[in-house]
């Protein structure tokens, strides 16, 4: 996992693999219906207050003979970390899915802030 952390900006971001389950035949290449992958991640250093966290796809490793459905979100985010949380359905196979992220909170020290 790729990670930068900068404590005065309160800024935390990385590139994680949720999964890749092609080679070993897995639910979500080789399965149908509801499906749910997470991955945990941890912050480098803890902020103040839990951060807004956003996240994206960075690779995705998709059958196309059928539709693509994808959702990815971040759950369970606290001053410490989150899951990273991808779900598709119905007969959309997937091969692979990176994700980046990027956390953005509160500084952890009021006087961090530079104000004229």
Known sequence: MKRLRNPRTGICQGDVMVFAEFEEGGAMWTGSGKRE???SVRFDGEFSS???VQVSVSL???DTTAAIRADLVAENV???GF???FRTWSDSRIARLRASWMAIGELPFE???DVE
């Open 111 to 113: 006087d961090d802030w």
């Open 37 to 39: 992958r997470r991955k």
């Open 50 to 52: 839990p951060p807004s």
């Open 60 to 62: 995705w490793d998709m």
């Open 78 to 80: 606290t001053s410490t």
């Open 83 to 85: 899951d990273i949380v």
